[in-house]
């Protein structure tokens, strides 16, 4: 079956502009994580789903990151007014339910550049 | 709080040699262990993960690990390297109980030489 989709998978944006990165998980998952990687970072927890409960936004870097996501299943990070360091491999994973040992399947990515 | 090191940020290897990737991780319990790869311009696969039971887990692509409670470690091998393995390897680590995110290591970049 299909795996997890993100799109656009490149942006190049200029400082100061808002993004909108999507990512459609896999039919069934009920569990979408976002993650963020960079040079400087590595792989960083940004914000997860499950079913209608309330997002766990503690990995969001600031305000200027938000996300959503509609009717359980796809989802939308947004970065209001970019700056250079935003600059990185946006990740997307779903799991059948959020459960520890349970296995995130990853999306491709989309790579952000902040000019 | 948790946290995972992966030892070596590089390692190279000739084909068929072993391959040794390293993982340690601090917790105050065992979490859930999991070994992923990344080629280039591709998201993550997961490799292999520990969650219970025997301690030498058996992965896809003839790698396995072998969970070490005693040295807080989760060392990934493979004994005979291939060219198609050259890749970046991410250990991470998900804590027991209603934690669910992934805590990833800082990543080890396997080069396959012929």
């Known amino acids: 079956g299909a795996g997890v989709s993100q799109s656009p998978s490149n942006k190049v944006t200029e400082k100061g502009k808002d993004v909108e990165l999507r990512c459609d998980p896999i039919?069934?998952?009920?569990?979408l994580y976002w993650y963020r990687q960079s040079l400087g970072q590595g792989l960083e927890f940004l914000i997860y789903?499950?079913?209608?409960?309330?997002?766990?936004k503690s990995g969001l870097p600031s305000d200027r990151f938000s996300a959503e996501r509609t009717g359980g299943s796809v989802s939308t990070l947004t970065i209001q007014r970019t700056q250079q360091e935003d600059s990185a491999v946006y990740l997307c994973?779903?799991?059948?339910?959020?459960?520890?040992?349970?296995?995130?399947?990853f999306g491709p990515g989309t790579r952000l550049t902040v000019l | 709080a948790q946290s995972v090191t992966q030892l070596g940020s590089h390692v190279s290897v000739s084909e068929g040699a072993l391959v040794l990737l390293r993982c340690n991780y601090s917790?105050?319990?065992?979490?859930?262990l999991f070994w992923y790869v990344q080629y280039p311009n591709q998201g993550l696969q997961l490799l292999l993960k520990?969650?219970?039971?025997?301690?030498l887990v058996k992965g896809i692509n003839g790698f396995e690990a072998e969970f070490k409670k005693s040295e807080t470690s989760f060392h990934l091998t493979k004994p005979s390297a291939h060219m198609s393995d050259a890749a970046e390897y991410f250990c991470?680590?998900?804590?027991?109980?209603?934690?669910?995110?992934?805590?990833f290591g800082k990543g080890t970049l396997l080069t396959v030489n012929p």
């Open positions: 994973a779903s799991s059948l339910a959020a459960i520890g040992y349970n296995e995130q399947f």
């Open positions: 520990y969650t219970t039971g025997a301690t």
């Open positions: 917790s105050s319990v065992p979490p859930y």
């Open positions: 991470a680590v998900s804590e027991r109980g209603s934690n669910y995110k992934l805590t």
């Open positions: 789903f499950q079913g209608n409960s309330a997002p766990d």
């Open positions: 039919s069934g998952h009920t569990a």
